[in-house]
Structure formats: structure tokens, C-alpha cells
């Protein structure tokens, strides 16, 4: 691999053949500002197993040809005219829930965030993301799970746990209460604050495993968890699939509440020691 794709994040040879034989992602790339959008297209055009069919100026355009392309996955930014990336995301979703949508945008504060994911999308990332992390978060969602950037859970993870402390002073005579949701972040965060430290051997997770599972949970990238352990991605890569099976979480924002509700962290985001 050369130094210029390496700059652009793009998968390494042993994560293109793990995308051999799988159908191609079919993607409609929505943006505003013309370079920024050709230059995704052509980025999603250097990575194995997306197929990029169709570019939108703004959101009216990626409601119109999700209807006419039917893709897989809009890549949506948020900040656009005529129609924003959430108003976009929320017709896309009702017309077409074959449609998936990820956001890709600059920003991540939470009056971006919340809008865009109760819109419906089921994806979001900040526009540094490497084009590693946009194929898993296009994979991610085909297969139905979060395509969600470490930083974006670990702040979701942060919001759910403040929610439930908010319903557990706000007590039974608090008004409607919680709801089912606010029940299950009021129940994380009895989880978190109450649990002890969780030691190697927990569901059979080893010392480096244990290790991994705290700084997923504390938002850091596979590449950020090798710099800070010495060593490499793959090997990351394995510790990780090792904690899921063990923990019996599917993905990243299922290990993150395992380690709130095993005492691994505490919010908002001490480590417990």
C-alpha cells in the first residue's frame, strides 16, 4: 500500500479480502459544497466494496434519488439548503426504509447529533473519519447494527446515563416519569454507579482484553488503543472479537454499555480503579 492511499485511510490489504465475495454497498453521497462532495465520491471510489450511484446537492436531491436509485445508504451531510440533512434523513426513512442513512458531517455537538439519529439515521461521523471507519459504518448499518463513531457513543452513552440520574432524583412523584427509555438509562445508571471494579477473569475476559474494553469505552479507535497498549490494529482487532464473544455483545455501543453497566466506568467517564 503507498504512502498517498495510507493518507486517506484506506483498508488494508487483509480488510479487502475480508470484503471479497460480499456485495458491493450501494451509496448516494449528499453535500452541499461541490469539492467536498466530488472528493467523497472519488474517496468511496478508491474502497473496496462501495459502489457510489448517485451525488445530491442538497436534501431535496437525496430524497429524489433515493426513490429513483433505491441505495443501500445515503451518505448524508446535515447543513445543506432547500431541505437539511435531518429533514432529508426523516423522508428518507418514512418513504424508504429500505434506505439507510449515515451522516457524514462537521459537527458533533448535540444539536446536531440528537435531531439527525431520532430522524433516523442509524449512522454518524464527523468528516475526519478515515475511510476505514465510513466502509464499517456502511457495513455497519447494512447489517443493522450502529454506525456510530467512538466519540458519538461514548457522548450518547454519556446523555443515556445522565437521563436515568435525572429520573432516579426526580423519583416516582416526578411527574409522567421516565418511560421505557428513561427506565433503561435510569437502570444503566444505577448499574454504573453502583457496581464494583470489574477484575480480569469477568466473563472470562482476560487482563488485555479487560484493558481493550475500557478504552473502547472511553471512545478511542482501534488505531488509538494500539498507540496507547504498543500494539498493533490487528492485534486490537482480535482482543476485540474476544470480548464480544465472551461478553455476547454485538457491537462497539453494546460493549460501551457493558462496561458502564459492569462498573468498568463511571460517569461520566471516570475509570474505576
Known amino acids: 500500500m503507498s504512502a498517498e492511499e495510507r493518507a486517506v485511510g484506506l483498508p488494508r490489504p487483509e480488510d479487502v ?33 462501495v459502489e457510489v450511484v448517485g451525488s445530491a446537492r442538497d436534501g431535496e436531491e437525496a430524497v429524489a434519488l433515493t426513490a429513483e436509485l433505491a441505495p443501500d445508504v445515503v451518505l448524508m451531510d446535515l447543513r445543506m439548503p432547500r431541505c437539511d440533512g435531518v429533514e432529508a434523513t426523516r423522508r428518507i426513512r418514512e418513504r424508504h ?10 459537527y458533533a455537538d448535540d444539536a446536531s447529533l440528537f435531531p439527525a439519529l431520532r430522524a433516523g439515521a442509524r449512522g454518524y461521523l464527523t468528516k475526519d473519519a478515515s475511510g476505514e471507519e465510513i466502509v464499517r459504518a456502511l457495513r455497519d448499518v447494512t447489517d443493522g447494527r450502529a454506525g456510530l463513531s467512538p466519540g458519538v457513543q461514548r457522548r450518547l452513552l454519556e446523555q443515556l446515563v445522565e437521563r436515568g440520574a435525572s429520573a432516579e432524583r426526580a423519583g416516582p412523584s416526578g411527574g409522567t416519569g421516565p418511560g421505557a427509555e428513561g427506565s433503561a438509562t435510569a437502570s444503566l445508571a444505577s448499574a454504573s454507579a ?25 471512545g478511542l479507535s482501534n488505531q488509538e488503543i494500539a498507540g496507547r497498549l ?16 465472551k ?10 454499555r457493558y462496561a458502564y453497566q459492569h462498573g468498568l466506568v463511571r460517569p461520566p467517564g471516570r475509570r474505576v480503579t
Do not use: W, Y
Request: hydrophobic share 50%; aromatic share 2%; with cysteine.
Open 230 to 245: 504498543g500494539i498493533s490494529t490487528a492485534t486490537v482487532k482480535t482482543h476485540i472479537n474476544n470480548l464480544f464473544a
Open 194 to 218: 453502583n457496581a464494583g471494579p470489574v477484575v480480569p477473569g469477568a466473563d472470562g475476559l482476560t487482563e488485555r482484553e479487560t484493558e481493550v474494553l475500557v478504552l473502547v469505552a472511553d
Open 247 to 256: 461478553t455476547g455483545v454485538r457491537d462497539r455501543a453494546q460493549a460501551v
Open 17 to 49: 479480502d475480508a470484503c471479497e465475495g460480499a456485495r458491493a454497498v450501494r451509496v448516494v453521497v449528499a453535500d452541499d459544497q461541490a469539492v467536498v462532495r466530488e472528493g467523497i465520491v472519488m474517496l468511496l471510489g478508491l474502497l473496496a466494496g
Open 97 to 106: 426504509p429500505g434506505t439507510e442513512v449515515v451522516v457524514l458531517t462537521t
